[in-house]
């Protein structure tokens, strides 16, 4: 079983829309997750990082936690055209260890 | 610019040759992660350093890699005896604590 679990989409919204990507983990998976965002050809970029249950917000970005269930979200309000990439979920393991989902790829249509 | 940098940006090499990449990472961070991608996958971790020690390798890395992070600054990775397989982007990330990581733009390896 992998660590961690993306639906590898593709995800398509219209713009202005909300995003809502997913994420699982497996019960060897600490207790930090963190989003980034892939723009084709580039390097992942840090969005959001979530260390608790429940949700947390940064601008047009949430990240929810639900510790019970073992999954991790982001949701992005407004979508903008450039919000279209590769959406990341990572979780870090203990001993330093991080594991990556296979990404879902989002398409924001103008 | 005070991002993580890496070096060389692409390298093409020859099945059976050794290749060996840089990683300079933000100045105040003491950690450094090396992962390897290959399209349509996340990142895949290969090995952890905090500041030169070296905590934490992939238990399913081949010992044909090997990385060092001397003087807890910047960080090495060589790959000997390089096989088709290992066609891949290297990323370099680097972090201050609590797993918060910062790329470095990759190192893009072709091996025919």
């Known amino acids: 079983q992998k660590e961690v679990e993306q639906n590898s989409g593709p995800l398509s919204v219209p713009e202005g829309a909300i995003a809502s990507l997913n994420c699982t983990y497996s019960d060897r998976v600490s207790q930090s997750f963190f989003w980034y965002r892939q723009y084709s050809g580039k390097s992942p970029e840090l969005i959001m990082s979530i260390y608790s249950n429940g949700d947390k917000e940064d601008g047009r970005f949430t990240a929810q936690l639900n510790k019970a269930s073992q999954y991790v979200s982001l949701l992005i309000r407004d979508s903008q055209p450039s919000d279209s990439a590769t959406y990341l979920c990572?979780?870090?393991?203990?001993?330093?260890?991080?594991?990556f989902g296979t990404g879902t790829s989002l398409t924001v249509i103008p | 610019d005070t991002g993580v940098s890496q070096d060389p940006r692409h390298k093409i090499t020859k099945r059976g040759q050794n290749v060996t990449f840089r990683c300079d990472p933000i100045?105040?961070?003491?950690?450094l992660y090396w992962y390897r991608q290959t399209l349509g996958q996340g990142p895949e971790f290969l090995t952890y350093?905090?500041?030169?020690?070296?905590?934490?390798k992939s238990r399913l890395l081949s010992n044909r890699f090997s990385a060092e992070r001397p003087k807890g600054s910047f960080s090495t990775l060589e790959i000997q005896r390089t096989e088709q397989g290992d066609s891949a982007m290297y990323l370099c990330?680097?972090?201050?604590?609590?797993?918060?990581?910062?790329f470095g733009p990759g190192t893009r390896l072709t091996v025919l």
């Open positions: 350093f905090q500041n030169e020690a070296q905590l934490e």
């Open positions: 990330a680097s972090s201050p604590g609590r797993g918060e990581q910062f």
């Open positions: 100045s105040e961070h003491n950690r």
């Open positions: 990572a979780g870090g393991f203990t001993g330093n260890q991080f594991y």
